[in-house]
């Protein structure tokens, strides 16, 4: 299951990220890397990340990517226009990189409740779901961001990539329990049980009356074992 985690969107960051980090080594370099108010160029680097993370934690999962200007951004971090882009070349690249971590940490919970559970299809399904989806739930933010926004934005093939991580995620657990021939090396249907996650999951990010995750779990776990069973 490692192959799932951060690696659903994260080849894309980096490629998107390297020309701006690569400006920022040059001006760090510039400056001697001296320290500033007892803080290493790294560290402060670090810190001014971290918080156009939260930034965008907050504001894409607020007002939204198509609502969430460079101006806003920077604001909501407190850091300059110039400082983002020595960051992130676009808000793309930004909120990429929040959905990665997102989506990083539902997985690692998925996977310890996955471990857990007795080797039984139906209270392993459960056991998944509860975990995954009330990781994301928890904070709304975290599923709008993770299955709203990156809809939004021109973000589609990393989207379809985590949506094969998912379905790879899938038919994993098929294997190990040894059941559902006929789901066996099966993406087609893996995807289609994948997509059942995102389209409740997009559907609870907008609706006025949300259904409860238990109700939302019950479901999934219906589809899954009658679709693998």
């Known amino acids: 299951m490692n192959k799932f985690h951060l690696s ?18 040059e001006a760090l370099a510039a400056s001697g890397g001296r320290p500033y108010a007892g803080r290493s160029p790294d560290e402060r680097r670090e810190q001014r990340r971290r918080r156009l ?7 894409f999962g607020t007002v939204g990517y198509d609502e969430a200007t460079i101006t806003l951004l920077c604001a909501t971090a407190r850091v300059g226009n110039k400082a ?9 690249a930004l909120l990429l990189e929040v959905a990665t971590e997102i989506v990083g ?17 139906e209270q392993r399904v459960r056991a998944g779901l509860t975990a995954y989806i009330g ?11 993770a299955y709203r926004e990156v809809r939004i934005a021109p973000l589609e093939p990393e989207r379809q990539f985590a949506s094969v991580s998912f379905a790879a995620l ?20 893996a995807l289609a049980l994948t997509g059942g996650v995102g389209e409740l999951l997009n559907y609870w990010t907008t609706a006025a009356d949300k259904p ?11 589809l899954y074992v009658a679709a693998l069973r």
């Open 105 to 121: 940490s539902a997985a690692e919970r998925l996977e310890a409740a996955l471990v857990a559970a007795p080797n039984d299809l």
């Open 135 to 145: 990781y994301l739930t928890e904070d709304p933010r975290r599923v709008r961001i």
């Open 8 to 25: 659903i969107f994260g080849g894309s960051i980096r490629a998107m990220r390297a020309d701006a980090s690569g400006h920022l080594d």
């Open 84 to 92: 983002f882009y020595e960051e992130f070349p676009t808000r793309e």
């Open 170 to 189: 899938v038919a994993e657990q098929v294997a190990q329990l040894g059941i559902g021939r006929h789901a066996q090396d099966n993406l087609l249907l």
């Open 212 to 222: 409860s995750t238990e109700r939302l779990v019950e479901e999934l776990t219906r």
């Open 53 to 59: 993370l939260d930034a965008g934690l907050q504001v």
